[in-house]
T-cell receptor
Framework: EAQVTQNPRYLITVTGKKLTVTCSQN?????MSWYRQDPGLGLRQIYY???????DKGDVPEGYKVSRKEKRNFPLILESPSPNQTSLYFC?????????????FGPGTRLLVL | EDQVTQSPEALRLQEGESSSLNCSYT??????LFWYRQDPGKGPEFLFT???AGEEKEKERLKATLTKKESFLHITAPKPEDSATYLC??????????FGTGTKLQVIP
């Protein structure tokens, strides 16, 4: 089954404790992306990657890091989480063929930073 | 600056009452305009991609249209199961994706 998976699905942590949210896709997609969703603000892009070792900032990259060492995985790293990073996070992937391809989204990770 | 505005923020319809959702955008070099459906607590689910002005796509009770400044999602004779938040998004240059804040649709039996 074609899918994007994220782990963990729910996470409660404390300020300053480094954490990683994993994202994996089994569709051989080149493009992967991370979003956060907050009430009233909608989905905002954090980082995206057009292929292995190629990453770029979205609209809200501050406080986040990403890496793309393998095509299927795109982890999101919070080096020193703060309460304003409490949010619902989505990973997405798509093909990249020169046009605007459909993104497939994961189920989401709900993060609470105390 | 690339931006997108969706209206209305919320819409309540009686079952069978047709209506339209609006997505206005400002982007230099539109590569694609997307419509997604999102149910509470779940990831967005793809509905349509539109690439150029004049293009239309249909799926069951939904029809998406695109002009040079806006897109509409027309819902014909909606059913309660169509209740969801509908998101509009676009890709401009550099493969960044910008989402609107969505229209929350409630269809009353």
């Amino acid at each position: 089954e074609a899918q994007v998976t994220q782990n963990p699905r729910y996470l409660i942590t404390v300020t300053g404790k480094k954490l990683t949210v994993t994202c994996s896709q089994n569709m051989n997609h080149e493009y992967m992306s991370w979003y956060r969703q907050d009430p009233g603000l909608g989905l905002r892009q954090i980082y995206y990657s057009m292929n292995v070792e190629v990453t770029d900032k979205g609209d809200v990259p501050e406080g986040y890091k990403v890496s793309r060492k393998e095509k299927r995985n795109f982890p999101l790293i919070l080096e020193s989480p703060s309460p304003n990073q409490t949010s619902l996070y989505f990973c997405a992937s798509s093909r990249l063929t020169g046009g605007a391809e459909t993104q497939y989204f994961g189920p989401g990770t709900r993060l609470l930073v105390l | 600056e690339d931006q997108v505005t969706q209206s209305p923020e919320a819409l309540r319809l009686q079952e069978g009452e047709s209506s339209s959702l609006n997505c206005s955008y400002t982007v230099s070099g539109l590569r694609g305009l997307f419509w997604y459906r999102q149910d509470p607590g779940k990831g967005p689910e793809f509905l349509f991609t539109l690439y150029s002005a004049g293009e239309e796509k249909e799926k069951e009770r939904l029809k998406a249209t695109l002009t040079k400044k806006e897109s509409f999602l027309h819902i014909t004779a909606p059913k309660p199961e169509d209740s969801a938040t509908y998101l509009c998004a676009f890709t401009g240059g550099y493969q960044k994706v910008t989402f609107g804040t969505g229209t929350k649709l409630q269809v009353i039996p």
